[in-house]
């Protein structure tokens, strides 16, 4: 199932880590953020890595996003680092205190993706721990030397082959994933392009051998004022909700402590969405035509590892998953029928721990196998 294109190949090495790995046709990549490290007991999920990595392939994936908690790797790589949740309501990640090791896990999970001929995308939400190392990440310069510590870890075991590219801040910058830059950031701004810029130059000199970005979720209006032309490729978070008021109308307000969100999504979601199905739909594929023109007119290679549907969503008894397993095969239709993803997800839910929508198998094949047969265009500069 692996695109990787052959590690000899004269053409494929001499550019980015994108497309060594993608070679012939887009690949279908899953959002394991940083579950894959913190649900590790019994039945959370990522317990038994070899099993899920298994699992992930029979679905038909070709690659993976974690988290390589590159603040934590640079104060100490081997050490027990003590977690605080960012929330009780998700299912991503542990909701209660926990404790991890970065290394030499991480690289064990590379290790086993690489086995298996699957490729890693590395990012970071800044996991907040009891001594707050996120805090201390000074400027963009101190960003960048955190990811390199975390590059080196890796370069040092052979494996900077796995990475397919290195965003260095999940959904930049969100008040909530970059507590370091100051409130309200905007990238539209002189300041937000230079946190983009310094860092991801400083490790082009490192590891000129990988693609380097920052993924992005909002400020989509001002897509055309934003300069981003020190990444490598724009990593693009969408969904339905987006560009719709389908949160205001059910009353669901990104809750992380309270149940109340969540509550309203059990009584109000799928009958929403039923009453119209149509119109959702359609204010998902205006989102998709959009960032579809983004990065078209940016010459970006374009990728999406967070998805379609709605934002939030996990297994209870009033939430069922066919509805939205409709708008997440809406999504990767319009996606891939547009010619400017090199990989996509089907959701943000494509985990072990998101048990209705894991188990559905044939669903999940027919997904990557529409992401499998879609158009294949690298941009022109």
């Given amino acids: 199932m692996t695109s990787a294109a052959p590690a000899s190949d004269p053409i494929q090495a001499s550019t980015g880590s994108l497309r060594r790995h993608i070679a012939s046709h887009p690949l279908a990549i899953t959002m394991w953020d940083f579950s894959w490290l913190e649900r590790r007991w019994p039945g959370a999920g990522y317990e038994d890595w070899d099993h899920a990595l298994d699992e992930l392939k029979l679905r038909g994936y070709d690659a993976v996003r974690i988290d390589a908690y590159p603040h934590l790797i640079h104060a100490g790589a081997d050490k027990t680092w003590e977690l605080l949740p960012c929330w009780t309501t998700q299912d991503w990640g542990a909701a209660a205190r926990c404790r991890v090791r970065v290394q030499p896990e991480l690289n064990r999970f590379l290790r086993k993706c690489a086995e298996r001929g699957m490729a890693v995308g590395l990012s970071t939400w800044f996991r907040e721990d009891i001594d707050k190392q996120r805090l201390k990440v000074n400027g963009p310069a101190g960003l960048g030397r955190i990811w390199q510590s975390a590059l080196d870890s890796i370069a040092a075991e052979g494996l900077l082959d796995t990475i397919l590219y290195v965003d260095l801040c999940n959904e930049f910058a969100l008040d909530v994933w970059a507590p370091f830059t100051s409130k309200g950031l905007s990238r539209a701004s002189a300041e937000g392009a230079r946190w983009m810029a310094e860092p991801i130059a400083m490790l082009k000199k490192a590891y000129p051998q990988l693609d380097y970005t920052f993924s992005f979720t909002h400020e ?42 969540y509550d309203n999504l059990a009584l109000k979601a799928e009958p929403t969405y039923r009453a119209n199905p149509a119109h959702w739909r359609s204010r998902l594929e205006y989102g998709v035509d959009l960032l579809a023109e983004w990065a078209a007119t940016a010459k970006k290679p374009l990728l999406t590892t967070e998805c379609w549907a709605i934002v939030d969503y996990k297994d209870a008894p009033l939430l069922n998953w066919d509805w939205i397993q409709e708008l997440c095969e809406a999504g990767v239709r319009r996606a891939s029928s547009k010619g400017v993803w090199v990989a996509m997800a089907t959701s943000n839910f494509c985990g072990p721990q998101f048990h209705g929508m894991w188990r559905d198998v044939a669903w999940h094949r027919r997904m990557t196998d529409i992401i499998h047969s879609a158009v294949l265009k690298w941009p022109e500069a």
């Fill in 220 to 261: 989509y209006e001002t897509w055309k004022q934003q300069d981003v032309s020190m990444l490598d490729l724009l990593e693009l978070h969408l969904w339905m909700t987006h560009f719709s008021d389908f949160y205001k109308v059910v009353g669901y307000n990104y809750e992380r402590f309270d149940p109340v969100g």
